[in-house]
């Protein structure tokens, strides 16, 4: 007990004191983690919506595949981004390895299958009829895509969530395809693991604070516009 | 009406194909902000209490290369002080990737990195045969202490020699390995051998974590169990720890690290420059001396040994 309570106090106090290691770790898994989500989204959104409303031949597989993606454990992903990238592998001469653009692919490839699926889902819970209803009122391709976007935009904001939600929160990946060089590729999920492995838990529990409270307030901001539009 | 739109989510499909093309272009955090991170870590240099020499004027090499090392160089934490030492001599920047001795050989032996630091001279022989690595140079050595929960129920402590401790210990148990193929386990497993124990069939409830050394002593001191730890992770951790030192000081208790360049004959690829000049600053007199200093006001001892320029066979006399 005295442990996990030394442990609060002190993450509490590094928290407070804004710490500079603290604030570059966590500032690094936003821009990763955002990024990886926003290529997400702008590749996840317009296939989802694709898969929900084309009809061609293995389409049911494809659906199939996005929804095992969506479980997919991300160190499987890393695994294979890993042998990838990696000098030996087929992209070795890229230098991709060891750098933030690698962790941002893996956690691209994590979020994208949670993307199409949420948009997917969302877009199909839609009337059939507005396609045919938006063609019938002359409304153009975009504008169409831009109403169906808004009429599902509750589960969109969903996908974003979770698209998110499973980028931060990653760490498999990121430790494998990252490295989790200190100051370069080190975000909060593979930090909480070298500082307990250090026997720093102090700072491990800062670390999960932090995380909780950032997965929390992306979450609580995407909630609050979803529900205000909602109403 | 209807082909219009069946175009048109063509197009919708081959939209992700379009962005993860773009994603290799994506700028936020490309290359640029690289260097700035290489800054941090320098001004992170001069600031560090480690008290650097003053840098002599050689020109600076620049780029960057791959390390892969050991858990119990990083955990300890003396990777973070030489790193950045040497990035600020040299201008290198210096990928530290901590994973097992065996998976560090590995990544030697395929030209996936560009030194290695490794912990196994039984192992490294294989690759240094292979011709994989070269250049290999002696750095330091610390030891493997036996530890165990604070009662020591199997009465280890005190045993007349390392071969007593160890048949004391698989007789009662619990016995936690690392099952990771790093040097501590490849030595553990050494260990049993050189006693005429079976690991798997003759030590009581042996459970392997195929996890590093911080958290495999986490374990045992969970499950009041004995392991094998190298010493300096111990004397990091133990503040956290209940657990004891039952047996030390065998001669086969040693650890020893070598440096090793991977093969650039055999990998083109490989940074050769930058991994010399990482084993030259290793075994340099100002870092041998950092490194024999590293936490030593702290746990009252050294963590690490310096050994540059020294031979195997002296070692611990």
């Given at each position: 007990m005295d442990a996990l309570w030394d442990g609060l106090k002190e993450a509490l106090r590094l928290i407070g004191t804004g710490d500079a290691g603290l604030r570059e770790v966590a500032w690094r898994t936003i821009v990763v983690s955002g990024s990886a989500t926003l290529l997400a989204l702008l590749a996840g959104v317009p296939a989802g919506y694709a898969l929900a409303r084309a009809r061609f031949p293995g389409r049911t597989i494809l659906i199939g595949l996005v929804n095992t993606g969506m479980g997919m454990p991300p160190v499987v992903i890393g695994l294979v981004v890993w042998l990838f990238l990696v000098r030996s592998g087929p992209f070795g001469d890229l230098n991709l390895i060891y750098t933030k653009r690698a962790m941002v692919i893996a956690q691209f490839l994590i979020a994208t299958p949670l993307v199409v699926g949420f948009t997917a889902a969302a877009v199909q819970a839609l009337p059939p009829q507005l396609p045919d209803l938006l063609q019938h009122l002359g409304a153009g391709r975009l504008a169409s895509l831009w109403i169906t976007a808004k009429e599902a935009h509750l589960g969109i904001l969903a996908a974003v969530m979770a698209g998110f939600g499973a980028a931060i929160s990653e760490i498999g990946a990121s430790m494998t395809v990252g490295g989790n060089l200190q100051g370069e590729t080190r975000v909060l999920t593979t930090a909480i693991v070298t500082e307990s492995s250090r026997g720093q838990n102090a700072e491990a529990i800062a670390l999960g604070l932090v995380l909780l409270v950032m997965a929390f307030g992306v979450n609580l901001l995407l909630t609050v516009v979803q529900q205000r539009r909602a109403a | 009406m209807r082909r219009s739109f069946a175009t048109r989510r063509r197009f919708a499909l081959l939209a992700p194909f379009a962005l993860f093309a773009a994603l290799f272009a994506?700028?936020?955090?490309?290359?640029?902000?690289d260097d700035d991170v290489v800054a941090t870590a320098t001004a992170a240099a001069t600031l560090?209490?480690?008290?650097?020499?003053?840098?002599?004027p050689t020109p600076k090499l620049g780029g960057s290369m791959i390390l892969a090392t050991t858990t119990s160089t990083q955990d300890s934490g003396l990777l973070d002080v030489l790193v950045p030492m040497f990035t600020k001599e040299m201008g290198v920047e210096v990928k530290v990737i901590a994973v097992g001795t065996g998976a560090a050989l590995e990544m030697g032996a395929k030209g996936d990195a560009d030194a290695v630091l490794v912990h196994a001279p039984a192992s490294e022989k294989k690759y240094v045969d292979q011709g994989d690595l070269v250049e290999g140079v002696l750095v330091m050595h610390n030891d493997f202490i036996i530890v165990g929960p604070a009662g020591d129920p199997a009465k280890a402590k005190g045993s007349a020699d390392l071969k007593a401790a160890l048949v004391a210990i698989a007789a009662a148990g619990p016995f936690i390995s690392r099952g990771d193929d790093s040097g501590t386990h490849k030595a553990e497993l050494q260990l049993w051998k050189d006693a005429g124990?079976?690991?798997?069939?003759?030590?009581?409830?042996r459970a392997e974590t195929g996890q590093g050394m911080g958290a495999t002593l986490n374990v045992a001191d969970q499950r009041l169990a004995y392991t094998l730890t190298d010493r300096a992770t111990f004397l990091a951790q133990s503040k956290n720890l209940k657990l004891i030192v039952v047996f030390e000081g065998a001669s086969s208790l040693l650890n020893i690290y070598h440096g090793y360049v991977v093969s650039p004959t055999k990998?083109?690829?490989?940074?050769a420059a930058q991994a010399r000049a990482f084993l030259a600053f290793l075994i340099a007199p100002e870092t041998q001396k950092v490194i024999g200093e590293f936490k030593k006001a702290e746990f009252g001892q050294s963590l690490f040994i310096p050994d540059a320029g020294k031979r195997v066979e002296d070692l611990g006399k």
């Amino acid at each position: 007990m005295d442990a996990l309570w030394d442990g609060l106090k002190e993450a509490l106090r590094l928290i407070g004191t804004g710490d500079a290691g603290l604030r570059e770790v966590a500032w690094r898994t936003i821009v990763v983690s955002g990024s990886a989500t926003l290529l997400a989204l702008l590749a996840g959104v317009p296939a989802g919506y694709a898969l929900a409303r084309a009809r061609f031949p293995g389409r049911t597989i494809l659906i199939g595949l996005v929804n095992t993606g969506m479980g997919m454990p991300p160190v499987v992903i890393g695994l294979v981004v890993w042998l990838f990238l990696v000098r030996s592998g087929p992209f070795g001469d890229l230098n991709l390895i060891y750098t933030k653009r690698a962790m941002v692919i893996a956690q691209f490839l994590i979020a994208t299958p949670l993307v199409v699926g949420f948009t997917a889902a969302a877009v199909q819970a839609l009337p059939p009829q507005l396609p045919d209803l938006l063609q019938h009122l002359g409304a153009g391709r975009l504008a169409s895509l831009w109403i169906t976007a808004k009429e599902a935009h509750l589960g969109i904001l969903a996908a974003v969530m979770a698209g998110f939600g499973a980028a931060i929160s990653e760490i498999g990946a990121s430790m494998t395809v990252g490295g989790n060089l200190q100051g370069e590729t080190r975000v909060l999920t593979t930090a909480i693991v070298t500082e307990s492995s250090r026997g720093q838990n102090a700072e491990a529990i800062a670390l999960g604070l932090v995380l909780l409270v950032m997965a929390f307030g992306v979450n609580l901001l995407l909630t609050v516009v979803q529900q205000r539009r909602a109403a | 009406m209807r082909r219009s739109f069946a175009t048109r989510r063509r197009f919708a499909l081959l939209a992700p194909f379009a962005l993860f093309a773009a994603l290799f272009a994506f700028p936020a955090c490309g290359g640029d902000d690289d260097d700035d991170v290489v800054a941090t870590a320098t001004a992170a240099a001069t600031l560090a209490p480690t008290g650097t020499p003053s840098p002599t004027p050689t020109p600076k090499l620049g780029g960057s290369m791959i390390l892969a090392t050991t858990t119990s160089t990083q955990d300890s934490g003396l990777l973070d002080v030489l790193v950045p030492m040497f990035t600020k001599e040299m201008g290198v920047e210096v990928k530290v990737i901590a994973v097992g001795t065996g998976a560090a050989l590995e990544m030697g032996a395929k030209g996936d990195a560009d030194a290695v630091l490794v912990h196994a001279p039984a192992s490294e022989k294989k690759y240094v045969d292979q011709g994989d690595l070269v250049e290999g140079v002696l750095v330091m050595h610390n030891d493997f202490i036996i530890v165990g929960p604070a009662g020591d129920p199997a009465k280890a402590k005190g045993s007349a020699d390392l071969k007593a401790a160890l048949v004391a210990i698989a007789a009662a148990g619990p016995f936690i390995s690392r099952g990771d193929d790093s040097g501590t386990h490849k030595a553990e497993l050494q260990l049993w051998k050189d006693a005429g124990i079976d690991p798997k069939a003759a030590v009581k409830d042996r459970a392997e974590t195929g996890q590093g050394m911080g958290a495999t002593l986490n374990v045992a001191d969970q499950r009041l169990a004995y392991t094998l730890t190298d010493r300096a992770t111990f004397l990091a951790q133990s503040k956290n720890l209940k657990l004891i030192v039952v047996f030390e000081g065998a001669s086969s208790l040693l650890n020893i690290y070598h440096g090793y360049v991977v093969s650039p004959t055999k990998f083109p690829k490989v940074q050769a420059a930058q991994a010399r000049a990482f084993l030259a600053f290793l075994i340099a007199p100002e870092t041998q001396k950092v490194i024999g200093e590293f936490k030593k006001a702290e746990f009252g001892q050294s963590l690490f040994i310096p050994d540059a320029g020294k031979r195997v066979e002296d070692l611990g006399k």
